[in-house]
């Protein structure tokens, strides 16, 4: 303590200005090497650029849609999605994947979460779900929508996903991008109601988007993951 009070204030001056020196250098090489670092995996991105994944609907059978009162909706809707990554040297990672179904921009289930998965090079996965509503409250123009449905002679719902993903390069793997599925399923819905369920068996190509790429790619998180393995 008192040795240091002994000390010139010039000759501090001068050690903590080689320190700091010393501590700008080696920010400069760290700052330089981790921008070639990012360039290169950028690049790298640029040259494999990941399309996005794509799903269809395969089946889907409805075994209840049934109204309690007038706007009190209990659903039983099973669904099987056909899921496939059309990249070559890009794996997906689908870390959130939740499915519902929404019939005139309603929604009529509750959201149903499928286990996450990894899915390699060009590989297909097929996702099966049971989604449910017990007493989900649905607009008075339900019962009627449906009625002329029946009477058009077939029944007209949208299969919805939301996840997020991650892409994997080699061993390196991006950050997370919101995604969201759009299915049309259409089934035929005479007017006597069949014994069995509803159902639809048609392997319609369903609409997919990836969302705000560039955030994602940049985003705060992006070094810690950098390393990431799984
Ligand atoms: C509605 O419920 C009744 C009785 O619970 C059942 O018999 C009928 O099949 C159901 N209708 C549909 C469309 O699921
Ligand atoms: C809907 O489900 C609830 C709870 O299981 C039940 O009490 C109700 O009767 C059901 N309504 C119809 C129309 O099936």
């Not at 040795?3 to 903590?16: E, I, L, M, R, T």
């Not at 179904?101 to 009529?108: C, E, N, V």
């Amino acid at each position: 303590m008192s040795q240091f009070h002994v000390k010139s204030p010039k000759h501090c001056a001068k050690q903590g200005l080689s320190i700091d020196k010393f501590y700008r250098k080696l920010f400069l090489y760290f700052s330089t090497f981790l921008l070639s670092i990012l360039s290169l995996i950028f690049l790298i991105w640029l040259i494999l650029h990941p399309t996005k994944p794509e799903f269809s609907l395969q089946e889907a059978d409805v075994y209840q849609l049934n109204l309690s009162g007038s706007h009190l909706l209990n659903s039983s809707i099973q669904i099987t999605l056909l899921s496939k990554n059309p990249n070559k040297n890009v794996g997906v990672y689908y870390d959130e994947l939740q499915v519902y179904a929404s019939y005139k921009g309603q929604q009529i289930t509750i959201d149903t979460t499928i286990p996450p998965f990894y899915q390699g090079h060009e590989e297909s996965n097929l996702l099966t779900a049971a989604l449910v509503g017990t007493g989900i409250p649905v607009a008075p123009s339900f019962d009627y929508e449906v009625g002329r449905d029946q009477t058009a002679g077939k029944l007209v719902f949208s299969l919805k996903a939301n996840g997020r993903l991650r892409w994997k390069v080699g061993t390196w793997v991006s950050g997370r991008f919101r995604f969201n599925v759009n299915c049309v399923a259409i089934m035929p819905f005479g007017p006597s109601i069949p014994s069995g369920p509803l159902s639809s068996k048609q392997g319609t190509q369903c609409s997919t988007t990836v969302k705000s790429q560039a955030h994602n790619f940049w985003g705060p998180n992006k070094l810690m993951e950098l390393g990431y393995k799984q």
